[in-house]
């Protein structure tokens, strides 16, 4: 019943082209519209709430929620991350989306991707030199320098989409310290990619992709059997 009224109210929304931040019909509303109960209503916003779809507001009512992929994004990170602590190989079958995500766009920048983006990279890939040179490359400066090189792709999906992958992966990152990178190896990978991209070779840059995430593969299976 409950997942029922929570599809009706999702056409309500749909039928009535509501964009993020519109007031819904009161629960009196929904209840005569509907014709179910007080409860069933509260039962089912309260569902569609936590999917983001609604937001209720506790005395002033319900609105269209902004329907993020943050609800997806906790769930992918929480199945990989207990998954890895059950000993399964959800790092490695994450890993692996996320490296035909990335191969299947880079074909989609290379060549195309503007000077000041560029030069974005480049300093990106600049920091990782030093950092390198310091012992580690920080996740953080990695994590840039991904969202940089497909950023110009202008795709919100997508971004939150890298973002739920990279969250997944690096909350249990504390605990591979067998499989940490080689920092000068990490740069020169990076270093790689750019150096593609800006000369809009294709078949180079999806080479230098997947040794990435080949090195990255193999750390994990490396940690893994031991």
């Avoid at 009706?8 to 629960?27: C, M, N, Q, Y």
């Avoid at 790092?91 to 991707?113: D, P």
């Avoid at 040179?133 to 202008?154: I, K, N, P, Q, S």
């Amino acid at each position: 019943m409950t997942r029922d009224i929570q599809e009706r109210i999702k056409r309500l929304i749909i039928d009535g082209r509501l964009p993020s931040g519109a007031p819904l019909p009161t629960e009196t509303e929904l209840m005569e519209l509907l014709g179910v109960s007080r409860n069933s209503v509260r039962e089912a916003l309260k569902a569609l709430q936590a999917m983001g779809i609604v937001e209720i507001r506790h005395g002033f009512g319900t609105y269209v929620g902004p329907m993020s992929m943050a609800p997806m994004i906790e769930g992918l990170a929480f199945r990989t991350v207990a998954g890895h602590y059950r000993g399964e190989d959800s790092l490695l079958q994450l890993l692996e989306l996320r490296e035909a995500v990335e191969t299947g766009l880079i074909a989609r920048v290379a060549g195309r991707v503007p000077e000041e983006r560029l030069a974005e990279l480049d300093a990106l890939v600049a920091r990782m030199a030093e950092e390198a040179g310091r012992g580690a490359v920080r996740a953080e400066t990695d994590r840039a320098f991904h969202a940089a090189l497909y950023g110009g792709l202008d795709n919100l999906l997508l971004s939150e989409v890298l973002d739920a992958f990279w969250d997944a992966f690096h909350r249990v990152r504390t605990d591979l310290a067998d499989a940490r990178p080689d920092p000068r190896l990490t740069h020169r990978q990076h270093r790689e990619i750019v150096a593609a991209v800006r000369d809009g070779d294709t078949v180079r840059a999806e080479r230098a992709v997947r040794e990435h995430f080949d090195d990255i593969r193999q750390r994990l299976r490396s940690s893994r059997a031991k």
